[in-house]
């Protein structure tokens, strides 16, 4: 009986350390990670647990892969540290790209991602904001976010590339950083004179944060919403001076599919307007659809347009490219933009050259030498707008500017020529405001897709600028196309009322309607060539709509 109770208190005692093993297996692996807690008391007095997360369960997994949008202060109110004089400002705007991915041990995502931080600086020699890649870990079970400053060198890819590579959020923001911002080269010149590719030699930056979640039904979402809230701070390597006072992170989850509905409203946006340029183009070569009202019109002022169409054709399909989630979208609008300079507006241009050539009886091969030295420059100025922009980027807004001033060559013309109402109003007011709709909600509208910070100072002169022109065009119209212009200074023109004798002329008869012209009483009813020819006014005039050449002699006619 004595051995039999040994061998059961033996094996009570097994099982007891087996059970105990068991348990130990379960939950060593999150308390192998708990002395982090220990270790790192930085930051924990600003992460109570709420209570909303111990109704969640202590072991429910979260992902927090994601993109989130926040600001961030100083605990001090200001930076009071003398390491890093340049953060001046004490509180801003952030932006958090982060990817969380299991590792081995339960309980634990390693995490990496990219911080940028906003209002940052206070000189002019950065963008005014801070980036920094950090990594670390996520203990979901007691939601626990530790991350410090990754030491990966400039360029390298990290595995948070193939998240950030495959996000519409991420990737239009780089996209329009690099078009509408600054360049690569700038920003890489800025981002080695920056204070922070300092402070990454000599700081060790370590955040500690709290992931907290609301769910859909409450936000009235979709999906649902996760908050980080952490503390960020910066030991210093070599002594123990902070780089920087303590910081505070707030940032919520950004919903990328409200961000991808902005996009593809953005795309229609474009499609439509480029539907409304077809009928204006449509409804001007209607108007100007003889030889004489395509002369009227320049030559410049379509070509101008039709680059500026190129450059949003090319802009769209590359960031359709970009983005491949958005392809689609963003191809549509290309093609439509296509379709636009292409076929309608160098068709258009085609119609303007062939108007302004003398019918002096060429061969075909010498008008088909001047058509390609036509198209030669077309896209010879296409390919060297695109080097000009890239190589004077940091002017990118000034240059803006320059391309919406395509209402200026016509207004030159009309002012030599003194054109009679070469454009139609519809046209001239149609264009101009399917022109400045795109870039008033790239730098105007302050929640665009593509985060760029509204600029409206550069919104007002563009405004202003294109009212400016809109307003001559509709002056040289209703009034005349030198109304404006003191006489003193315009040249001399001639007058199809001039004096002439009326000895060999008492009976002559106007070829156009073929009806006698009355010379009895000296009136406006009767014009004269510079070839002395007489015709009716009204006759002349509706021929010189069709042909600005004499209907008797066929020499050229001056304008009216």
Avoid at 414 to 441: E, F
Avoid at 499 to 528: K, L, P
């Amino acid at each position: 009986m004595g051995s039999v109770n040994n061998w059961n208190c033996l094996s009570i005692s097994l099982r007891t350390v087996l059970g105990l093993c068991l348990i130990l297996m379960v939950i060593w692996p999150v308390n192998g990670l708990r002395p982090l807690r220990q270790r790192r008391p930085w930051g924990e007095e600003w992460l109570p647990l709420g209570k909303g997360e111990q109704e969640l369960g202590p072991f429910s997994s979260w992902n927090i892969t994601g993109t989130y949008r926040g600001n961030w202060k100083f605990v001090d109110s200001t930076n009071s540290t003398s390491k890093f004089p340049d953060f001046k400002k004490s509180n801003g705007n952030s932006v958090l790209e982060l990817i969380s991915t299991p590792t081995k041990i339960t309980g634990v995502h390693f995490v990496q991602g990219i911080i940028i931080f906003h209002d940052v600086f206070d000189n002019e020699d950065d963008a005014h904001g801070a980036q920094i890649r950090v990594e670390g870990v996520y203990i979901w079970p007691f939601r626990q976010l530790r991350m410090v400053a990754s030491s990966g060198k400039e360029g390298d890819f990290g595995s948070e590339d193939d998240y950030l590579l495959s996000n519409p959020y991420h990737l239009l923001g780089v996209f329009s950083s690099q078009v509408f911002q600054e360049s690569s080269r700038d920003k890489l010149w800025k981002r080695k004179q920056s204070p922070i590719y300092e402070m990454e030699k000599q700081c060790n930056i370590e955040i500690a944060g709290q992931v907290s979640r609301v769910s859909s039904r409450k936000n009235g979402g979709d999906q649902d919403k996760y908050f980080i809230e952490g503390l960020m701070e910066s030991p210093s390597v070599d002594d123990d001076v902070d780089c920087f006072s303590p910081m505070l992170l707030n940032a919520t989850s950004v919903n990328v599919d409200v961000y991808y509905n902005k996009a593809v409203n953005y795309t229609l946006m474009v499609t439509f307007i480029s539907f409304l340029e077809v009928l204006l183009l449509i409804r001007q070569m209607e108007h100007s659809n003889t030889q004489s009202g395509a002369a009227k019109v320049s030559l410049l002022m379509v070509g101008h347009q039709a680059i500026m169409d190129s450059y949003i054709c090319l802009l769209h399909l590359t960031a359709g490219i970009l983005v491949e989630s958005l392809f689609n979208a963003f191809a549509t609008a290309a093609f439509f933009k296509f379709v636009v300079f292409s076929i309608f507006e160098m068709r258009y241009l085609l119609a303007i050259w062939k108007a302004n050539r003398p019918t002096n009886g060429e061969n075909w091969e010498h008008m088909r030498r001047e058509l390609s030295v036509l198209y030669s420059r077309f896209y010879g100025i296409l390919l060297g707008g695109i080097l000009f922009m890239y190589e004077f980027h940091n002017f990118l807004r000034i240059i803006l500017l320059l391309l919406h001033s395509f209402w200026i060559p016509q207004i030159a013309i009309n002012i030599i020529r003194d054109s009679r109402k070469p454009l139609h109003p519809h046209y001239i007011l149609g264009m101009t405001a399917t022109r400045i709709a795109i870039p008033l909600y790239v730098f105007g509208c302050p929640h665009n897709f593509m985060r760029i910070e509204p600029d409206q100072n550069w919104c007002i002169c563009l405004a202003i600028f294109m009212g400016l022109q809109v307003f001559i065009l509709l002056l040289q119209h209703y009034f005349g196309a030198r109304c404006f212009i003191p006489r003193q200074i315009l040249p001399e023109k001639y007058s199809y009322y001039r004096r002439f004798h009326q000895g060999s002329n008492d009976a002559t008869d106007c070829v156009i309607c073929m009806t006698r012209i009355d010379f009895s009483q000296r009136s406006n009813d009767c014009m004269v060539t510079p070839c002395d020819h007489f015709f009716h006014t009204s006759c002349l005039h509706r021929w010189m709509d069709v042909k600005m050449e004499c209907p008797t002699c066929r020499r050229p006619l001056p304008p009216a």
